[in-house]
T-cell receptor, first 112, second 115 residues
């Protein structure tokens, strides 16, 4: 069965520190992979996506993610977080851009 | 660009009444729109996929007679929760995908509370 696992429900980092949010997936073929961010009162915003090609994907707001087929992972990283990065982050997987399966999300807290 | 709006943002209704939620793509034509439900501390659950001018495709376990979806134009889809009950209280989110692309753009969501 297809699934997405985000093992960390909450993550707390200090402002300026580096960040890595974990995402593992179970899928029969090479899927489309996405990271979305959800802030209160705002819709989910696409940070980045991977379909094929270079396994290191650059996204908006200084985020990047690396697709590792051998580990079935698509971890999200940022070298230096800002207080405005505090939000809920969702990893998602699908056969294309339509039937997307979302993980349960990771809530990011930023310490001043 | 790629803005999706939802209306209303919050709605409170009495049990047994029907509620309509609108989803609009403001600056692009959305041949496909999606409706999700998000439970507290849970991920988004896809309820249905709608293509402009055709019937919606519902996911397993979603009651099509309870959650009526209409996608009458390339910029508007509506979700009507019929005979709402307290268990229907949730956060409903729509998204839209432009023809020829693979990215969904999400609306801000609608908080439904059924008393």
């Amino acid at each position: 069965a297809q699934s997405v696992t985000q093992p960390d429900i909450h993550i707390t980092v200090s402002e300026g520190a580096s960040l890595e949010l974990r995402c593992n997936y179970s899928y029969g073929a090479t899927p489309y992979l996405f990271w979305y961010v959800q802030s209160p009162g705002q819709g989910l915003q696409l940070l980045l996506k991977y379909f094929s090609g270079d396994t290191l994907v650059q996204g908006i707001k200084g985020f990047e993610a690396e697709f590792k087929r051998s580990q079935s992972s698509f971890n999200l990283r940022k070298p230096s977080v800002h207080w405005s990065d505090a939000a809920e982050y969702f990893c998602a997987v699908g056969p294309d851009g339509d039937k997307i399966i979302f993980g349960k999300g990771t809530r990011l807290h930023i310490l001043p | 660009g790629a803005v999706v709006s939802q209306h209303p943002s919050r709605v409170i209704c009495k049990s047994g009444t029907s509620v309509k939620i609108e989803c609009r793509s403001l600056d692009f034509q959305a041949t496909t729109m999606f409706w999700y439900r998000q439970f507290p501390k849970k991920s988004l659950m896809l309820m249905a996929t709608s293509n402009e001018g055709s019937k919606a495709t519902y996911e397993q376990g979603v009651e099509k007679d309870k959650f009526l979806i209409n996608h009458a134009s390339l910029t508007l889809s509506t979700l009507t929760v019929t005979s709402a009950h307290p268990e229907d209280s949730s956060f409903y989110i729509c998204s839209a995908r432009e023809q020829g692309t693979s990215t969904q753009y999400f609306g801000p969501g609608t908080r439904l509370t059924v008393l």
